[in-house]
Structures are given as C-alpha cells and as structure tokens.
Nanobody
Framework: EVQLVESGGGLVQAGGSLRLSCAASGFTFDDYAIGWFRQAPGKEREGVSC????????YYADSVKGRFTISRDNAKNTVYLQMNSLKPEDTAVYYC???????????????????WGQGTQVAVSS
C-alpha cells in the first residue's frame, strides 16, 4: 500500500522558514518522481514543486521559484521541501504526491496526482 506522510508544517511569520518532509513507503521510492502541491481554502490545488527519481530534473512553480528548494534522500525514502522567505500567500495545506508514470515529473507537473498524503498545514502571518 502506497503511503505518503507529510510533516513539518506550522505557523510562522512572514519572512520565516519551514522545512516540510514527506516519508514514503509501499513502493520502490527510487523509481518515482515526488512532488508537492498545496491547497488554500476556497482555492484550487496549485502544483508547487517536483523532483524526478534521479534528482536531476526539478520543477518549481513561478510563485515559489528562488524561495523553495526540493530535495530527496533515497536512503531514507524521504523528500524535503525547504521553504524560505515565506509570504502570507503561501498559507495552505501542503501535500506530497506521486504518479503512476514513475521517474519523470511530467504527470505531477501536469496536475496528475495518483497518490497523496494527509497534508500538513502551513500558516504564514503578516
């Protein structure tokens, strides 16, 4: 059974930082791209970032480029999202996700999310 468990969210002031973690199990982690999307109340899901299986292809949404950094530790089956210079508009529930397609980020970047976790809340105060 595929499981994705997010952690690391919280309340932070604008300009602050958080590091989210996504612990994965139930599939061959090394063979799959992992991404993050977020959803704020009353808004649609927004793709945030994705890292392919080899960590040599990375995508960031324009809204987070230069502030967020995605990384993965295949030995720990974990993906991280380092979020710096946080803004109130970053407030949302953050989910990690993967798709059946495997190594590449194409499907995740296109909004195809086959599995995701329960999410972790990020709140940024002004």
């Amino acid at each position: 059974e595929v499981q994705l468990v997010e952690s690391g969210g919280g309340l932070v002031q604008a300009g602050g930082s958080l590091r989210l973690s996504c612990a994965a199990s139930g599939f061959t982690f090394d063979d799959y791209a992992i991404g993050w999307f977020r959803q704020a109340p009353g808004k649609e899901r927004e793709g945030v970032s994705c890292i392919n299986c080899g960590a040599n292809s990375i995508y960031y949404a324009d809204s987070v480029k230069g502030r967020f950094t995605i990384s993965r530790d295949n030995a720990k089956n974990t993906v991280y999202l380092q979020m710096n210079s946080l803004k109130p508009e970053d407030t949302a529930v953050y989910y990690c996700t993967t798709a059946h397609s495997g190594c590449g980020c194409y499907d995740v970047v296109s909004g195809v999310y086959d599995y995701w976790g329960q999410g972790t809340q990020v709140a940024v105060s002004s």
